[in-house]
Nanobody, 119 residues
């Protein structure tokens, strides 16, 4: 069984910063792309940022220049550094990864971490 566990959410004022972390554990052979998604109340879940196994990154337009995704292959982890946060960044943030186990390729989700940007 493979699990993704996020941490690092919280309440921050506009203009502030937060760093989200996500660690994968379990019967992992290799990890392909890893990404961060978010879902605000009443809205669909959207892709925020994604990073490939070789470090190629992509971002949704609204976070470009403010958010940075990175990963630590040795620790099966992905991070999201969020700077210049805005109230519209408020959402539950989810980690997702494409993972090869010894029997299949799966795309598990983390449990989510709340990010609230408010004064």
């Amino acid at each position: 069984q493979v699990q993704l566990v996020e941490s690092g959410g919280g309440l921050v004022q506009p203009g502030g910063s937060l760093r989200l972390s996500c660690a994968a554990s379990g019967s992992i052979v290799s990890i392909y792309a890893m990404g961060w998604y978010r879902q605000a109340p009443g809205k669909q879940r959207e892709l925020v940022a994604i990073i490939s196994s070789v470090g190629i990154t992509d971002y949704t337009n609204s976070v470009k220049g403010r958010f940075t995704i990175s990963r630590d292959g040795a620790k099966n982890s992905v991070f999201l550094q969020m700077n210049s946060l805005k109230p519209e960044d408020t959402a539950v943030y989810y980690c997702n990864a494409h993972i090869r186990t010894d029997s299949s390729v799966i795309t598990p989700w983390g449990q989510g971490t709340q990010v609230t940007v408010s004064s």
